[in-house]
């Protein structure tokens, strides 16, 4: 029997996460010490989300299709409970983001509109764009990554193969498995990957054009913290009756910082559902929530579109009612539902947000272009928040259902 290598064994022996705080620290160094460099050193950066984010479409697929398959009759999936949570965490985020910016106005240096694109017209717009999604061609949704389309394509053939014979159905699990070793191979990468990214994106743009923006930036980070330490582990702890920082902190650690360097919540589904394996959640439950998450499930985005909405507001000197802020909390939130059926996510909703203001749509398209310049931390927070959030919600669901998941050594050690 050949003996591993020491350095494999090394590495095997060594955390995943351990593994990617060293690759941040060495991307630091490189950015740092070697500019050129680390600018080289995007590729693996680049690769490595390129990876993720071509995996990623047909693992939901074929997941969402094997678990709806083998789905025995009478056996619960928490989908229901589930959606309420999103719901809920949305609309208390973007609650959270009208308080901040109440009590810590920010005014915008407004820029020259330099993005090239186009906000929707209204809400309708946007729920029409959600609609089309559903009834996408299944291999344009593959192609584009439209997981809307791709979880209704995948319950849809479910549910038609779970009449199919045994041979059938163990040839839908067998693919499913295959996917999913294919994606721990990837997700093994992630420490090269964060280290391209963290390498390039410093040694590339820096943080200089942030410091005019950093009272914008807190509002908008701090909020986002206010929700991921607060308001989440409040909403666990009522479903789960147990101390919710360890799951927490888990959720955060495993997931929130995959998701931060790689700002894509669609390359981080396969960390999601790595990290749903690990905590032993049901496959039937996690398989649909974390996909049907990295599209509905969005607090990161109501917040920035509240937060730069009445900083725009408060720049032009309009005063705002809390009437009429609580209707922004309830628009951010139906506008961040459909943020990923919009191109360029939830800057874009900006705009449709000001008009509840009367803000016209040349100066709510100059708050967009500030949002482009704050971006490199802005959407890092963002993705992290609402990804960690899936895994969070999915887990708290399964274990106020099942607590037998309550033992897992994750939830019942203290902090």
Same mark, same amino acid.
């Given at each position: &029997?050949?003996?591993?290598?020491? !350095?494999?064994?090394?590495?095997?022996?060594?955390?995943?996460?351990?593994?990617?705080?060293?690759?941040?620290?060495?991307?630091?160094?490189?950015?740092? =010490?070697?500019?050129?460099?680390?600018?080289?050193?995007?590729?693996?950066?680049?690769? *490595?989300? %390129?990876?993720?984010?071509?995996?990623?479409?047909?693992?939901?697929?074929? =997941?969402?299709?094997?678990?709806?398959?083998?789905?025995?009759?009478?056996?619960?999936?928490?989908?229901?409970?589930?959606?309420?949570?999103?719901?809920?965490?949305?609309?208390?985020?973007?609650?959270?983001?009208?308080?901040?910016?109440? &009590? *810590?106005? /920010?005014?915008?240096?407004?820029?020259?509109?330099?993005?090239?694109?186009?906000?929707?017209?209204?809400?309708?717009?946007?729920?029409?764009?959600?609609? +089309?999604?559903?009834?996408?061609?299944? $291999?344009?949704?593959?192609?584009?990554?439209?997981?809307?389309?791709?979880?209704?394509?995948?319950?849809?053939?479910?549910?038609? !193969?779970?009449?199919?014979?045994?041979?059938?159905?163990?040839?839908?699990?067998?693919? /499913?498995?295959?996917?999913?070793?294919?994606?721990?191979?990837?997700?093994?990468?992630?420490? =090269?990957?964060?280290?391209?990214? $963290?390498?390039?994106?410093?040694?590339?743009? %820096?943080?200089?054009?942030? +410091?005019?923006?950093?009272?914008?930036? &807190?509002?908008?980070? %701090?909020? &986002?913290? +206010?929700?991921?330490?607060?308001?989440?582990?409040?909403?666990?702890?009522?479903?789960?009756?147990?101390?919710?920082?360890?799951?927490?902190?888990?959720? =955060?650690?495993?997931?929130?910082?995959?998701?931060? +360097?790689?700002?894509?919540?669609?390359?981080?589904?396969?960390?999601?559902?790595?990290?749903?394996?690990?905590?032993?959640?049901?496959?039937?439950?996690?398989? $649909?929530?974390?996909?049907?998450?990295?599209?509905?499930?969005?607090?990161?985005?109501?917040?920035?579109?509240?937060?730069?909405?009445?900083?725009?507001?408060?720049?032009?000197?309009?005063?705002?009612?809390?009437?009429?802020?609580?209707?922004?909390?309830?628009?951010?939130?139906?506008?961040?539902?459909?943020?990923?059926?919009?191109? %360029?996510?939830?800057?874009?909703?900006?705009?449709?947000?000001?008009?509840?203001?009367?803000?016209?749509?040349?100066?709510?398209?100059?708050?967009?272009?500030?949002?482009?310049?704050?971006?490199?931390?802005?959407?890092?927070?963002?993705?992290?928040?609402?990804?960690?959030?899936?895994?969070?919600?999915?887990?708290?669901?399964?274990?106020?259902?099942?607590?037998?998941?309550?033992?897992?050594?994750?939830? /019942?050690?203290?902090?």
């Amino acid at each position: &029997m050949t003996q591993q290598h020491p !350095l494999l064994r090394l590495i095997n022996r060594t955390s995943l996460v351990s593994q990617i705080l060293i690759g941040l620290i060495v991307g630091i160094v490189l950015a740092l =010490l070697a500019p050129e460099w680390a600018k080289s050193a995007g590729l693996l950066g680049n690769l *490595f989300v %390129g990876a993720l984010k071509a995996v990623a479409p047909i693992l939901v697929f074929v =997941l969402v299709t094997a678990s709806i398959t083998g789905h025995k009759q009478g056996q619960k999936t928490n989908i229901r409970p589930l959606l309420g949570l999103y719901l809920f965490g949305t609309f208390a985020a973007a609650l959270v983001a009208v308080l901040a910016s109440f &009590m *810590f106005p /920010s005014n915008l240096h407004l820029v020259a509109n330099t993005a090239d694109v186009t906000p929707p017209g209204g809400i309708t717009e946007v729920l029409q764009t959600l609609l +089309f999604n559903v009834v996408s061609n299944p $291999v344009k949704a593959l192609m584009e990554a439209n997981y809307i389309g791709i979880l209704a394509w995948a319950i849809a053939l479910g549910i038609v !193969l779970r009449h199919a014979s045994d041979s059938t159905k163990a040839l839908v699990s067998d693919l /499913s498995d295959g996917v999913s070793t294919i994606v721990k191979a990837v997700i093994r990468c992630a420490p =090269l990957g964060i280290l391209g990214l $963290v390498a390039s994106t410093l040694a590339e743009t %820096g943080f200089d054009a942030l +410091f005019g923006y950093a009272h914008l930036l &807190m509002v908008l980070i %701090g909020s &986002m913290l +206010f929700i991921a330490l607060v308001v989440n582990p409040l909403i666990v702890f009522w479903k789960i009756k147990r101390n919710p920082y360890p799951l927490v902190f888990t959720c =955060l650690k495993e997931s929130g910082v995959t998701a931060f +360097f790689t700002r894509s919540s669609a390359a981080n589904i396969p960390v999601n559902m790595a990290l749903c394996e690990k905590l032993k959640l049901p496959k039937d439950t996690y398989a $649909v929530s974390i996909p049907l998450g990295a599209t509905i499930n969005m607090a990161g985005a109501a917040i920035t579109i509240t937060v730069l909405s009445l900083a725009a507001a408060h720049t032009l000197g309009l005063q705002i009612d809390l009437g009429t802020a609580v209707l922004l909390s309830v628009v951010a939130t139906i506008s961040a539902c459909g943020a990923s059926g919009v191109a %360029g996510g939830s800057l874009l909703l900006i705009p449709l947000a000001c008009s509840l203001f009367g803000i016209s749509n040349d100066v709510a398209m100059q708050v967009v272009a500030v949002g482009f310049i704050i971006g490199v931390l802005q959407d890092s927070a963002e993705t992290a928040l609402n990804s960690s959030t899936d895994v969070l919600f999915t887990a708290a669901a399964c274990m106020a259902e099942d607590e037998a998941l309550l033992d897992h050594p994750v939830v /019942s050690r203290n902090v």
